[in-house]
């Protein structure tokens, strides 16, 4: 004779729904480490046109004095810091729950040879960063030079 395991997915259901409810109320139910590395590369959008690219770097909770650029070497570095004083300030209260934070990172972009690097410009408007890398103007082309053979 086999000892079969009774199951009841009905009873299964509503004990997970009760433990859901007053279990994880008072616990962290998240992956810290998930969240974690979802903050680490800010959402971006690349965008081109026939004239210039356009960078659009979400921000969120950063300030117009946190981020950094410089270009080297056609090398574009965007960095991103929070001051340390203004860092996790709660005024007095303690967290229970925590699902986001301000940040910092370092992106670097190697920009194409039709960028004007000397020309790009830059935006920060409601945590949205936007970089502005107009292309270079071709030369129009010249037609052919004749060359007399002497």
């Not at 279990?23 to 962290?28: A, D, K, T, V």
């Not at 996790?88 to 699902?99: L, P, Q």
């Not at 934070?101 to 935006?123: C, H, N």
Request: aromatic residues 12%; contains cysteine; glycine residues 4%.
């Amino acid at each position: 004779m086999n000892l079969v395991k009774f199951y009841n997915p009905h009873y299964n259901v509503t004990r997970n729904l009760v433990d859901d409810l007053f279990g994880n109320f008072f616990n962290n139910d998240y992956h810290e480490n998930y969240v974690k590395h979802c903050s680490e590369n800010p959402a971006t959008n690349v965008l081109e046109t026939e004239k210039d690219f356009k960078l659009e770097i979400l921000l969120p909770g950063f300030a117009k004095e946190d981020v950094s650029l410089n270009c080297k070497n056609r090398v574009l570095t965007i960095k991103a810091e929070t001051k340390k004083e203004n860092a996790g300030k709660t005024e007095g209260y303690k967290y229970e729950h925590r699902e986001f934070e301000t940040f910092a990172f370092e992106k670097q972009y190697r920009l194409p040879k039709e960028v004007d690097v000397d020309k790009i410009s830059a935006g920060f408007e409601n945590g949205v960063l936007t970089l502005l890398l107009p292309k270079k103007e071709e030369a129009p082309e010249k037609a052919p030079l004749k060359i007399e053979i002497a």
